[in-house]
């Protein structure tokens, strides 16, 4: 019988992203620090693996799954014109979603994920390429990656790389 008290994994996530998200949540902690997401290609998969970790409730502020334009526009503050001009994969537009999630959650740090995990390509952007955006007090930013292998694989990937930049923004 399984202890109601042990941690469970979410189920199929990669045993790594929960490690990252401990590390992250454990580090938020100890600097006082909040975080926010705005997530796209990973639709609330960042938010939900810092979720799992316990002690959570002390620095995940909130996120927001902006999927549509519509959102990224309407929630996070996300230029329309940038929108209309790059697409929705695009490393500015992440710095936005970044800076979105920050203002809108009241939270120390926003990291975003947009990207296109297939199986087709999507505003002139390959399937596997992702931008990662972080915000704090001192501005915003973006990280490009590049991914190959399945959808969930590509998002996967993405999480993985969210957690990691949360992880570097974070204070020493």
Same mark, same amino acid.
């Given at each position: ?24 949540? =454990? ?18 998969? +960042? ?7 316990? /002690? ?5 502020? /909130? ?9 990224? =526009?309407?929630? &996070? ?26 203002? +809108?959650?009241?939270?120390? @740090?926003? +990291? ?41 694989? @590509?998002?996967? &990937?993405?999480? /993985? ?10 204070? =020493?």
């Amino acid at each position: 019988m399984t202890d109601p008290n042990t941690h469970q994994p979410h189920p199929g996530l990669h045993p790594n992203l929960h490690r990252l998200a401990e590390r992250a949540v =454990s580090g938020a902690i100890d600097r006082g620090v909040t975080a926010a997401t705005a997530e796209s290609l990973t639709a609330g998969m +960042v938010a939900a693996v810092l979720a799992d970790t316990p /002690g959570a409730s002390a620095m995940l502020q /909130g996120g927001v799954v902006s999927y549509a334009n519509s959102v990224k =526009s309407g929630v &996070l503050g996300v230029p329309g014109e940038l929108l209309d001009a790059v697409g929705s994969v695009d490393g500015q537009v992440a710095a936005a979603m970044a800076d979105g999630a920050r203002r +809108v959650c009241g939270a120390d @740090i926003g +990291v975003s994920t947009t990207g296109v995990a297939g199986p087709e390509p999507h505003d002139g952007k390959a399937v596997g390429t992702v931008f990662i955006g972080i915000a704090t007090a001192e501005g915003s930013t973006s990280f490009p990656y590049f991914f190959a292998g399945s959808r969930a694989e @590509i998002r996967a &990937l993405a999480c /993985g790389a969210a957690l990691e930049r949360l992880l570097a923004a974070l204070p =020493s």
